[in-house]
């Protein structure tokens, strides 16, 4: 009756007259609100009322400056997503969805904090019914884990999966993942999987479902969309494009990041332009023509390999040989370093490097700025530390490089092999140049740009 609520806040609704789920108008020295008193976490503070409010958002309320709570109403939480039998049509494509515990469609089970995953296709049809006019839909939940706790067994497990499902004839395929490490994935898929002939697509959400600006419905739709109808047959990740509900991007699986950690936008393609624009309304526009093509074969590369002694080393000022060193003496293989500007480091770390390199350790550098190349002829300090043996490693991003290194030194420990391995494109994750307009932010606050986003907006 009163979940997660004691103390002072508890003993204020029982003064009320009003419960968990009762449905309130609740006046305070800031205003009026109305909405649903949610339960609490046993751990949380005993002075605020959580409140539903009628447009979907939460918000809480210091107990000691409610005026008064009238009930207006009760309204139970339900927690089961419903769940319809999904329609199959032989005319649609075959999509499968492999799940690695990132929740597209979900549901926040205000009891235990818990979210309550939509993810057999029963359930998914109950929370998205777009997705039957679609796709004849699969789900596989290959695991359940956080994003950040995605590592070489996911990874290999969900390439491997991948293979089975397109031996089996799927048309394409759906990959559910949590926002955080999606790049990541997206990245190490990208060469674990080579020569696939449909699409492979990986979706999230930033914003859970019960809230009314989630993208997760609309994110869904489009990667399923590209995963049943695109004839790009690569590793893409789907996400939100812009401010609008209007499209999703496409965005090679080597070259995007995510770049705000709560925008529903947040999925960028870095020095270079997305595959394409996809949307319920209109379908699909493509940005560009290079991408590879969709094939009626079932021939596909899984090369599920990966050596965890890889470490990626963010240099900053004045930074200590022994963050080198302590790699070197704990066995790692690999090295990636982020470095400043065209891609530099501190003379002190000189030693430590040369060590590194008689010890046979692969070191490739890259670019913290993340849009441009790595120019290590330019000044001294570059062209030193490719003599300590350090490859420049063109315009890979940080973590692509720290994944295509694992996956390398997953082959061979042969330094020419894994050069050779390196430096040879394999899905777009080096190119020969950026286009003009791939680098372009729009820094608020500065006139042109505040006009420009006001023309917009008209």
């Not at 609490?40 to 008064?68: F, P």
């Not at 009760?74 to 499968?96: L, M, Q, S, W």
Request: a neutral charge; glycine letters at 10%; one cysteine or more.
């Amino acid at each position: 009756m009163y979940k997660g609520y004691r103390g002072r806040t508890k003993g204020r609704l029982i003064e009320c007259g009003v419960k968990v789920w009762s449905d309130v108008e609740v006046r305070t020295g800031h205003g009026s609100f109305v909405g649903i008193i949610l339960p609490r976490s046993e751990t949380a503070d005993d002075y605020h009322l959580v409140l539903k409010l009628r447009n979907g958002y939460n918000i809480g309320i210091d107990i000691d400056t409610i005026q008064s709570i009238n009930e207006v109403g009760y309204r139970e939480g339900k927690y089961k997503i419903p769940e319809r039998e999904f329609p199959r049509d032989a005319r649609k494509g075959n999509v499968t969805l492999l799940g690695t515990g990132g929740t597209i469609a979900s549901r926040l089970d205000y009891r235990t904090g818990a979210v309550i995953p939509a993810f057999t296709p029963g359930e998914l049809y109950g929370a998205v019914p777009e997705l039957a006019d679609i796709a004849n839909l699969t789900t596989i939940k290959l695991y359940g884990v956080f994003s950040e706790n995605m590592g070489p067994e996911q990874w290999k497990g969900t390439a491997e999966a991948i293979g089975r499902e397109v031996a089996k004839g799927a048309d394409g395929i759906v990959i559910g993942h949590g926002t955080d490490t999606m790049h990541h994935t997206a990245a190490i898929l990208s060469f674990m999987v080579q020569n696939t002939p449909v699409p492979i697509v990986m979706v999230g959400s930033q914003r859970s479902s019960d809230r009314p600006s989630s993208d997760a419905a609309m994110n869904l739709i489009c990667s399923t969309t590209t995963a049943a109808k695109s004839d790009i047959a690569e590793v893409m990740v789907c996400m939100f494009g812009g401010t609008s509900e209007e499209y999703c991007l496409l965005h090679r699986g080597t070259r995007v990041r995510k770049m705000h950690s709560s925008y529903r936008s947040t999925f960028r393609t870095i020095g270079d332009v997305p595959l394409c624009m996809v949307s319920p309304k209109w379908g699909f526009r493509p940005l560009r023509d290079d991408y590879k093509r969709r094939r009626k074969d079932r021939d596909i590369l899984i090369d599920a390999k990966f050596d965890d002694r890889v470490a990626i080393v963010y240099y900053y000022p004045n930074m200590k040989p022994d963050m080198i060193d302590s790699l070197v003496d704990r066995g790692y293989r690999g090295i990636v370093i982020a470095g400043t500007g065209l891609g530099h480091v501190n003379k002190p770390l000189y030693p430590s490097i040369i060590r590194a390199k008689e010890e046979g350790i692969a070191m490739y550098m890259t670019v913290q700025t993340l849009w441009g190349y790595v120019q290590m002829f330019v000044y001294d300090t570059g062209r030193d530390l490719m003599d300590a043996g350090i490859v420049p490693a063109a315009n890979m991003l940080p973590e692509v490089a720290y994944m295509k290194l694992g996956w390398a030194l997953g082959h061979t420990e042969n330094l020419d092999e894994i050069r050779k391995l390196m430096l040879t494109p394999v899905a777009g994750e080096t190119t020969e140049r950026e286009p003009h307009n791939g680098y372009l932010i729009l820094q608020g606050g500065i006139p042109e740009v505040e006009e420009f986003i006001a023309h917009r907006m008209h």
